[in-house]
């Protein structure tokens, strides 16, 4: 066990023999902002021998001409000889551009040596592996390795190695073309880079470090502005000498007055001497810009210096507080390795600590200490930017909404793990959610006797933990890392509460996950935990749903609804939130889920629809509602059912019922109808109701009695005169209702057209349809009114015709009408 701890701490900085490692969008590596936080990961990662000669065997075999930048002694001395002549182009470079007139022809040579130490240095940057910055592995791939430096610093360094001289003196010697020697100053990075390295060595003080850096910037900074002071100077022609800063100075006795011919490093201490009193706003007064341009350049140089004064103070600020965030980190370092050395600890873990003590340092930017200022809104997009296209492509969230990716992407936090670390142990109940972004890890099957068997291997989108989380049981496999792994968690508890909240999503959630574990854990034990999950979400769902319509809760209808809930839910009655609502009188409950596609005739287990409910507790406007939508009163047994509405005397549901286009002429078992019911009892307000909405008093039920048998044997006589009167006009209409319908029988309809009925198909047009009257002459008036057709017309049958009397015409024929002229 032990051992292959330690062999995956020596992987960190190599891969298996065979391997090649492949950038997954260099493009987009190189130019994140976040790439460069693991640049400075040193060899706290590869101390150990066993990660040595790993990397001494991948060096062997891709060949001599890869190195090495951690274990090549070679490119670690290189390294510091480049780093000399770093910092001699650094302060040569402003020094030439501004003494290029009088600097010793000699120095011409070790201009040269340095560009051709730079020309080599570029040279074997497109062999120095690197490590990744996102999945912090070794790269050993020769056209990644030339990528990455061609897109990033190739092309500041190759100009910065061009011959200006030799350009400047060849094109006739043209002021403008000097400027390019300030490309040059692009390898203060080297400077930079080995300061940053400096402040993180702890056998070095660290007060020191920083004093020494502060002051390099400040010399530095007098120094540039110290050439550029000579520099404007000597621009002006000799007979102009006098009305420059040097030129016109007086030093007692002394005159600069042709200081071309002075010697070099007293013109240099001269200008370096107005630069520091200048930066330090002392202002002697013993030397003074002269000519307008050296005015704009010393205010603009003063400004700066007020940034640069702040900067300072700043800094040593910090220093005496000690509050710097690399401070902290030495602090704990060398507490830590106090530690180990107290308790002897063995060198391989005392590597790993180490390694994993800067890992935490390297990737504290993803700390939420760090985005506590910002808020909410911006952390949740900030997340949203970095983390969900790792989520979003992990089969477990396959088929899931984007507001539901949003929600956990936003309550995710960023870990980084070293090869060998246990995440999760077999048996344990686990608290947190995994998702795998980058490295490899291993599902380990513990055995009785402490044997291990590799389940699978964890890579890129893959998730661990949620069997345990979802369903309740203990951990089923050990999770160790075998590669350094980036990864993602989020707690059991947040991420049960996104169930909750998006029903939809989790149910998809369930299947994804019996899906992808087919082969790992008991199907059936699996199956019957998720179907179980299943099913209590869905009754907490339903009355959730039911609970919101009830007490005409609106937001948090809508919040269910819109998060994935079924508006068609159910109870254990069978009732919706729809029957819920109407029986409630919650109209704008009704309304929306109307608008939500909710079933407006689903019916209980009693039969009972919304409608019907929303009659029953007397809520017209829902009533109303629901009819508007079209929603239909479905009644089993109507007659039963108006029966007992009669019976009961209520006199407003039965007017409401009747309102709905139920028929009141409707029978119960008995054949009777709610005209019978009231007539025996009586009930004379009831009757007449029914009467007026259209019940008919010739019904007879099973014994052969009418409504008025009934009456008479109630020895009511107002009923007796209501039924008696509405036998009269149900008979008379009746009547009229037969005599209308003989009369109608006997009349004749036709089809007139204004057209001959030999005319061609394209010039026919249409025709209208009318009863006939009694002669052709009001035939012929009354349909030239209706077909705008002049006096002087005649009608035509289909043959040509002229009809001269209407006998002549059968029923529905088809008829012609033109002018005479025609």
Known sequence: MHESVNGDVGRLDGIDVGEEYAGEDLRERIKSSRGSRFRLIGNELGLDSAS??????????????????????????WEKFILIWAIYSSF??????????????????????????????????????????????????????????????????????MPCDIIYKGIGEKEEVRYLLWIRLTRIRKVTDFFRRLEKDIRINYLFTRIVKLLSVQLYCAHTAACIFYYLATTLPEEKEGYTWIGSLKMGDYSYAHFREIDIWRRYTTSMYFAIVTM??????????????EMVFIMIYVTFNMILGVYLIGNMTALIVKGSKTE??????????KYMNRNRLGKDLRNQIKGHLRLQYESSYTDASVLQDIPISFRAKISRTLYKSYVEHIPLFKGCSSEFINQIVTLVHEEFFLPGEVIMEQGNIVGQLYFVCHGVLEELGIGVDGSEDTVSLLQSNS?????????????????????????????????????????????????NLLEGKKSNLCMKQLEMDITFHIRKQEAELAVKVNCAAYYGDLYQLKSLIRSGADPNLKDYDGRSALHLAASRGHEDIALFLIQEDADINV?????????????????????????????LLKIDNPGGYLSTIVSEGDKNLLIRVLSDDVDPNSKD???????????????????????????????????????????????????????????????SEFLDSSQEATDRKHTKKCTVFPFHPWDPKESRKHGIVMWVPNT??????????????????????????????????????????????N
């Open 280 to 293: 330090s706003t002392v202002g002697y007064g013993d030397i003074n810009a002269v000519n307008p341009r």
């Open 776 to 821: 052709v002459d009001e035939l012929i008036k009354a349909a030239s009114e209706q077909l705008g057709l002049p006096d002087g017309s005649f009608i035509l049958s289909e043959d040509g015709g002229k009809i001269l009397d209407v006998d002549l015409l059968t029923d529905g024929q088809s008829l012609y009408m033109i002018s005479e002229t």
């Open 328 to 337: 902290r980190y030495r602090d704990k370092m060398t507490d830590l390795t």
């Open 92 to 161: 040569f470079t402003p020094m030439e551009f501004g003494f290029f007139r009088g600097l010793p022809k000699n120095l011409i040579f070790l201009d040269i040596a340095g560009q051709v130490a730079f020309l080599l240095d570029i040279i074997l940057q497109f062999f120095v592996i690197y490590r990744d910055s996102h999945s912090y592995k070794m790269v050993y791939n020769r056209n990644l390795i030339a990528r990455r430096y061609l897109k990033s610093h190739f092309f500041t360094d190759f100009l910065s190695c």
């Open 52 to 77: 040595r000669r790993s990397s001494r065997q991948k060096d062997l075999w891709q060949g001599c001409l890869l190195v090495h930048p951690d274990h090549n002694r070679w490119y670690r001395a």
């Open 669 to 731: 078992y008995d054949h009777q109808t709610p005209l019978h019911i009231a007539a025996s009892q009586g009930s004379y307000l009831m009757a007449k109701l029914l009467i007026e909405a259209g019940a008919r008093v010739f019904s007879n039920d099973r014994w052969v009695n009418a409504p008025l048998d009934e009456g008479i044997m109630c020895r009511n006589k107002n009923m007796t005169r209501l039924l008696e009167e509405a036998k009269k006009a149900q008979l």
């Open 463 to 511: 998730v661990f933990g949620e069997i345990s989380i979802i369903c309740n049981i203990p951990q089923p496999y050990t999770v160790r890392v075998r590669d350094l792994c980036r990864l993602l968690r989020i707690d059991k508890q947040s991420f049960s509460n996104i169930l909750e909240v998006y029903f939809h999503d989790a149910r998809k959630v369930f299947t």
């Open 603 to 631: 019916e209980d287990n009693f039969g009972n629809t919304p409608l019907l409910e929303a009659i029953k507790g007397r809520h017209d406007r829902v009533a109303s509602l629901l009819l508007r939508e079209g929603a």
